[in-house]
Structure formats: structure tokens, C-alpha cells
């Protein structure tokens, strides 16, 4: 075997997504949890525009990872792409207009100073917020489960699956840990960027976020463990072959999702930090250090999203309808020449990405004040 055959290649892609998919709950995790919380925070028009003003200058940079990691599937899992998209359509555009809204409210918010005006926008920049946080999670409890398609003999895909049936109860369950995680990471910003009373506000539901995150992570770990199931490959598979998600034989078994933390314990170091994490971030907030509760909660994040990816692998969307229709690492990437084209690209920009983004948060370093909002009426939202 050597270093970059076609089965590493894969696995090293499956490794770039989950960071691809962290760095956009991290990243693009606050701005969601800050906006959920902009009518319980922000109590005042001057208290939610400082609040929007913590948003504005960064906001469109952060999106860079939801197109990274959009892109990544797109390329290098092709048919991971067709089915999740094509199966969650509806939701994927409950999610766009919600993201839509996000900048439309930054940019037409301050354009009159009507009350009603600005509380509209107020609440549309909140549904910017809270609906995306919610849906993201619903999916990843639904793919969790297996999502309702099959493929035929000519790898055509149906999907038997309606918008309704996403919101089961796991899912659910799912989708408030989603909101949760997200709401944490938002007051901890809050936190960090802002002084006062609004710091105050925004610790304060991030310190009831997180307990509670940490609760249903848990619960949803045990539903896992004894009520869903599973899926495992019934033979040794092909991990170099030709992409065909018809050439493998899967077995579903309750509690299967568990089997890769019993084959291999150090992968339990991430649902770890994934509480760990959050408890840290509680207590370092009590002793009114922002900045490190910061990088806990994105540590905590990471491990919460990890935990999926972990959990599942090698596979990437399991078919309830027809196990053998799942895709996995092994059987649904795109071409060796593809994936390698695509990891020199990315070993060219990531780092360019990495470093305008250190940079464009080190310029805008400090706390957003309701003084330098309300004296600086055209540089401001």
C-alpha cells in the first residue's frame, strides 16, 4: 500500500469533511446561536445592534465553511450529495431562506427607524438563527436512523421518504441538541464580544444551554445504544474498488452505531470531549473568563459533531429502506485522480482561509459597545 492509494485517499477525505463540518459548527455555530438569542439578549434596539454588530463584520466569512463543506460533498461524494439533497429537499430549503434572511436583515435593519420595521427584521434575523440550528440537527438524528431510499440495478435512486416523517421523536431530539450546542456557543460569544448587562445576559443562557445540551447528548447516546439501530457490514468489504453502493451486503442490529467505540476505546476521547467540553466552558464563564469558555465550547462542539462521524463510520448515509443501498467511505466517492486533484487544492487554500480568518478576527478584536454603536450611526448597523 502506499501513502496516498486510493483507499487512504478516502478515508483522508472522510477525515477533511468532519473537519470541513466542524469548522462550520464552530465557526458559523455562534452567529446562528447569537441570532436565536437576539430577543432574549437584546432587550433595547441599542442592546440588538450592538449584538448585530458582532455579527456583521463576520458573518459572510464564516459561511465559507458551509460552502466548503457543501462543496466537499458535492465533489468528492457525489452520490452522497444526490440522495441527501434530493431526500431532504424541502428541509435544505426551509434552511436556505432561513440563511437568507440573515443578510437581508443586517443589511435593510437600519434603514428606517420605524419600531415595527426594525422588530420585524429583528425576528427574521431570529429565524435566521434558530431554524437552520434546529434542522441540522433534525437531519443528522434522521440520518442517524437510515433515510428512507434504495438503489436499482442501474443506480437509479428512489427516495420513499416524506418532510413529515423527518420530524420523529430522535430526530427531534436531535434538532434541540442542535439548538442547544448552538445557543451555548452563541452566549459564550455574546460573553467574549460584548460588556454589561448584555454579558451578562448572554453567560447566562449559555450556562442553561449547556447543562441541558449535555442531558439530551446523553439521553440520545443511550436511545442509541438500546433503541436504534445500527448498520455493519455482514462481510469484509472492498475498500479500494470502483464506487458501487450495490456491491456489499449490510446488516442492521440495535445498538450498532456503539461497535467502533468497543473496537477501538480511544475514539470514546471524542463524545468525551463533547461533554467535557461544555462543563469546562460552564465553569470557566463562573470564573468570568470568556475567552477560554470560548475555545471550550468549540471544543465541546467539535466532539458533538465528531461523535457522528465516529459513530458511523464508514458510513456516510444508511438506507432504511435497503441496507445494501447504503453509502459508505468505501463505495460512493469520486474517482482517485478526483480526490487527489481535490487534496492538493486543499492543502494550497486551507491554509489561505486559515490565516485571512486569524487575521480578519485579530483586526476586529475587542468588545462591541452600546457607546460605540450609538456614535458611529454610519459605520454601525
Known amino acids: 500500500m502506499t501513502f496516498l492509494d486510493y483507499e487512504t485517499l478516502r478515508v483522508i477525505w472522510w477525515v477533511l469533511l468532519g473537519v470541513l463540518l466542524i469548522g462550520f459548527a464552530i465557526m458559523d455555530g455562534f452567529d446562528l446561536g447569537v441570532a436565536a438569542l437576539l430577543p432574549v439578549v437584546g432587550r433595547t434596539d441599542t442592546e440588538r445592534r450592538v449584538l448585530i454588530n458582532c455579527l456583521g463584520p463576520v ?3 464564516n459561511q465559507v465553511w458551509f460552502i466548503l463543506g457543501g462543496g466537499a460533498i458535492f465533489a ?5 450529495y444526490a440522495v441527501s439533497f434530493s431526500g431532504f429537499y424541502i428541509a435544505m430549503f426551509l434552511v436556505l431562506v432561513a440563511l437568507i434572511l440573515r443578510p437581508v436583515g443586517f443589511k435593510f435593519r437600519g434603514k428606517l427607524p420605524s419600531p415595527r420595521w426594525r422588530n420585524a427584521w429583528d425576528g427574521a434575523l431570529t429565524v435566521g438563527g434558530f431554524v437552520p440550528s434546529l434542522i441540522f440537527g ?3 438524528g434522521n440520518v442517524l436512523q437510515g433515510v428512507p431510499f434504495a438503489f436499482d440495478e442501474t443506480l437509479r435512486v428512489t427516495y420513499t ?4 416523517d423527518l420530524l420523529n421523536p430522535f430526530a427531534l431530539l436531535c434538532g434541540v441538541i442542535s439548538v442547544a450546542m448552538l445557543v451555548m456557543h452563541g452566549g459564550i460569544f455574546i460573553a467574549l464580544k460584548t460588556e454589561g448587562v448584555i454579558a451578562a445576559r448572554g453567560a447566562f443562557a449559555a450556562m442553561l444551554a449547556a447543562p441541558l445540551m449535555v442531558a439530551l447528548f446523553v439521553a440520545a447516546g ?5 433503541g436504534i439501530d445500527g448498520y455493519a457490514f455482514a462481510a469484509a468489504s472492498i475498500n479500494d474498488g470502483p464506487s458501487n453502493p450495490l456491491g456489499k451486503e449490510v446488516v442492521v442490529r440495535t445498538g450498532g452505531w456503539l461497535a467502533n467505540y468497543a473496537a477501538w476505546p480511544l475514539t470514546m476521547v471524542v463524545p468525551g470531549l463533547g461533554i467535557v467540553g461544555a462543563v469546562g466552558a460552564v465553569l470557566l464563564l463562573k470564573m468570568r473568563r470568556p475567552g477560554a469558555a470560548f475555545v471550550a465550547s468549540a471544543a465541546g462542539v467539535a466532539g458533538v459533531v465528531g461523535t457522528v462521524g465516529v459513530s458511523m463510520f464508514p458510513f456516510l448515509l444508511p438506507s432504511s429502506t435497503d441496507p445494501g443501498s447504503s453509502l459508505t467511505v468505501w463505495d460512493s466517492s469520486s474517482s482517485h485522480l478526483t480526490l ?3 487534496l492538493v487544492a486543499t492543502l494550497v487554500f486551507m491554509p489561505i482561509i486559515l490565516a485571512y480568518t486569524s487575521w480578519v478576527f485579530r483586526v476586529l478584536r475587542g468588545k462591541v459597545t452600546a457607546e460605540y454603536v450609538e456614535g458611529n450611526p454610519s459605520g454601525t448597523y
Do not use: R, T
Open 59 to 61: 458573518w459572510e466569512g
Open 76 to 80: 468528492a461524494w457525489p452520490p452522497l
Open 138 to 140: 433534525v437531519a443528522v
Open 161 to 164: 421518504g416524506g418532510f413529515f
Open 222 to 226: 443511550a436511545w442509541i445504544a438500546y
Open 340 to 342: 487527489f486533484i481535490m
